[in-house]
């Protein structure tokens, strides 16, 4: 009888232990979802996934934990972008400091967002004020101060961001085909699909697209034209159309990424 104990109690342990160790592989096998994831008075021309650029329109964790953080930051969270839109727009109502060196010349901007985009305006324009005030974009150059203002009558230009089909429709006779972005006079425009999803040459990292799109397209309001990669394995100037790819070059959505403040 006590062998018998002993055996069956042998064997209950071992059925516990290997139980518990297929639980522990399964919970170890759980995964993340990933999602996946621009301009001047001439359009960019599409690749696999059409391409332009010019418009007009209308009115308390681990440090592992925290790793993990940055990196899903860096993802905004995967959204249905509406193909179309009815051209009206929410108005920005922040406003921000003049950025930049004294005097240089000062241009004032507004932000406006397609209504049933599912962006809010005031945020939207945080996110494209800080993209702009930073010493690696165009106003670490000396040249130029920007302002974000709330009040369109102040504005030098407006960016608008906007579905594919409103950008279609404003950067006509340019040729967006509802994935590009562009700028016509004093009105850029971006494109909500590419600022949901980014482009291939970016992968993963949307918000770097974002910086890259906002400088590209305001750079085309700067005066500023296309240009080529200029080496293999040299960074790609921002004004080269990366939203089509980087070719030979590296992905890089500032004007002068060494600079700094």
Not at 29 to 52: R, Y
Not at 143 to 157: E, G, M, N, T, Y
Request: proline share 9%; hydrophobic share 35%.
């Amino acid at each position: 009888i006590t062998a018998g104990v002993h055996g069956s109690v042998a064997l209950v342990v071992a059925l516990i232990i290997g139980g518990g160790a297929g639980a522990g592989a399964q919970t170890g096998l759980a995964g993340v979802a990933q999602q996946q994831p621009g301009g001047s008075s001439m359009a960019e021309h599409p690749p696999p996934d059409p391409d332009p650029t010019d418009p007009v329109p209308t009115m308390s964790p681990t440090p592992a934990r925290e790793t993990l953080k940055k990196k899903v930051a860096k993802r905004p969270a995967k959204v249905r972008i509406p193909a179309h839109g009815s051209g009206t727009f929410a108005q920005a109502k922040i406003q921000g400091p003049k950025v930049g060196q004294q005097g240089a010349r000062l241009l004032r901007y507004d932000v406006r967002v397609e209504k049933n985009l599912p962006y809010d305006a005031d945020e939207t324009a945080r996110q494209i004020q800080e993209i702009l005030s930073d010493p690696r974009s165009w106003v670490g150059g000396g040249d130029w101060r920007l302002q974000l203002v709330s009040d369109p009558a102040r504005a030098d230009f407006t960016i608008y961001l906007a579905t594919p089909g409103t950008v279609d429709r404003y950067c006509w006779p340019l040729r967006t085909f509802g994935r590009l972005s562009c700028q016509a006079g004093s009105r850029v425009m971006l494109n909500g699909w590419r600022w949901a999803h980014g482009a291939e040459a970016y992968g993963k990292d949307v918000s770097g697209y974002r910086q890259y799109l906002v400088n590209h397209e305001v750079g085309h309001r700067l005066g500023h034209g296309h240009v080529g990669c200029p080496g293999k394995g040299k960074r790609a100037p921002v004004m080269m159309q990366q939203t089509k790819g980087v070719g030979a070059c590296r992905a890089n959505p500032w004007p002068d990424p060494k600079r700094s403040g």
